[in-house]
């Protein structure tokens, strides 16, 4: 059975740093792609960032780029979210995802493909 556990929620202050982790069970990395979604209140849930598990390349939203970093320690299976310079508008309930390869790197950041879920760890920034 594929479990993902997400944790590393919180509130932190505009500019501030978080980490979020996502342990996962039931599936071989190496087999998946693991992404991180987020979701506002009312609004649809969008691609964060994802990491191949067959080659270990990344995929960011341009929101992100060069602030938020995916990262997998295969000794704890766990798949990290580095996320720096957090701004307000990165407020939101974010989700680790996991679907088996291969598929298309075009729609590794459309939740569509992903039929495996965490429960979802609150991000709160304030300016």
């Known amino acids: 059975e594929v479990q993902l556990v997400e944790s590393g929620g919180g509130l932190v202050q505009a500019g501030g740093s978080l980490r979020l982790s996502c342990v996962f069970s039931?599936?071989?990395?190496?087999?998946?792609?693991v992404g991180w979604f987020r979701q506002v209140s009312g609004k649809e849930r969008e691609g964060v960032s994802c990491?191949?598990?067959?080659?270990?390349?990344?995929y960011y939203a341009d929101a992100v780029k060069g602030r938020f970093t995916i990262s997998i320690d295969n000794s704890k299976n766990t798949v990290y979210l580095e996320m720096n310079t957090l701004k307000p508008e990165d407020t939101a309930v974010y989700y680790c995802?996991?679907?088996?390869?291969?598929?298309?790197?075009?729609?590794?950041?459309?939740?569509?493909?992903?039929?495996?879920w965490g429960q979802g760890t609150k991000v709160t920034v304030s300016s």
């Open positions: 995802a996991a679907s088996s390869l291969p598929f298309s790197s075009t729609y590794y950041l459309h939740e569509n493909e992903y039929g495996y």
């Open positions: 990491i191949d598990g067959n080659d270990y390349r990344s």
């Open positions: 039931g599936f071989t990395f190496g087999d998946y792609a």
